[in-house]
């Protein structure tokens, strides 16, 4: 987090996350760095919850930079519940979806640069067995950022879209597997955006 208050400064943030509370906390964090910060509790499975996103966001000004990053874990194989597929594409890559139908064409109407940045997965190249939903909604994201900087090409190079793959993180989706601790291979998500920035 000791990066974030110069990456962005001058910067105004928006934060979208189904959890409240924790949304609230990542504000207050930004905010005591210096950053304006709003947290806008959102579904990004949802288009319509996006498209409010949307509109919260550029109340406060144009959108320049933005940022897909809402994930969850499939949690089984080719066999496991299709609720439980529905739910982790719906986030994985719907969210990405949801995101660039919302802000991008705004992007490429406005007269400066832009960027989008969705984080994608190194299982979604790798292909590990376990998660395969996971694995699929992550490939996705993968295709789907490809073909976005390819039609983004047409803007002369001034909106950008970029596919950001973390190494392992120690992130809430290693919490919620039971591990309390930073398995010590692991990045925190500080250091991550540091190793993003070098």
Known sequence: SDVC???LAGMKVVLADVDADGLDRAAADLGGEGIEAVAV???VADPSAVAALRQRAEALGEVSVLMNNAAREGAGGIFTDAARWHATIGVNFW?????IQAF???MMEAGWPC???NTGSKQGITLPPGDTAYNVSKAAVRALSES???DLLK???RVTAHLLIPGF???GLTRARGVTEKPAAAWTAGQEIGRAHV
């Not at 969210?95 to 995101?99: D, E």
Request: charge should be negative.
């Open 5 to 7: 208050s110069s990456d």
């Open 169 to 171: 993180t120690f992130t």
């Open 95 to 99: 969210g990405v979806f949801n995101g």
């Open 148 to 150: 976005l900087a390819h």
């Open 155 to 157: 803007t002369g190079g």
């Open 115 to 117: 960027a989008v940045i």
């Open 41 to 43: 509790p959102t579904d």
């Open 104 to 106: 991008v064409p705004a």
